[in-house]
């Protein structure tokens, strides 16, 4: 089992960007993907992003043009870069493998009943 590090978190205004970080030593081509999630004060954990092995990237609707997901294979880093930061992006931040992602026809919605080696997350606050 491995528990990733995430890294990155800060207090930023509104419009601001932050680059998260978590550590992936595991995640390979053939690897099933990694996602990173947030948790706001109060609110069930929800998916943010995620990456699959093959490259495809999967990106929830209310960050949708503002988040991007990449993999860095030579860090072993898996990276969140967020810009145009909005005081509800504020929450704990976390990273874990095995994301599930469904498309509606709209939007990607992610099941994290499955998602295993939890990092212990990174507190992103964006004040207005």
Not at 53 to 71: A, L, N, Y
Request: aromatic fraction near 10%.
């Amino acid at each position: 089992q491995e528990q990733r590090v995430e890294s990155g978190g800060d207090s930023v205004q509104a419009g601001g960007s932050l680059r998260l970080s978590c550590t992936a030593p595991d995640f390979t081509p053939s690897s099933s993907s990694l996602g990173w999630f947030r948790q706001a004060p109060g609110k069930e954990r929800e998916g943010v992003a995620a990456i699959y092995g093959d490259g495809h990237t999967r990106v929830g609707d209310s960050v949708k043009g503002r988040f991007t997901i990449s993999h860095d294979s030579a860090k072993k880093m898996v990276y969140l870069q967020m810009n145009s930061l909005k005081p509800e992006d504020t929450g704990m931040y976390y990273c874990g493998a095995e994301v599930h992602a469904q498309y509606d026809g709209s939007k990607w919605s992610f099941d994290l009943s499955a998602v295993r080696d939890w990092g212990q997350g990174t507190q992103v606050t964006v004040s207005a």
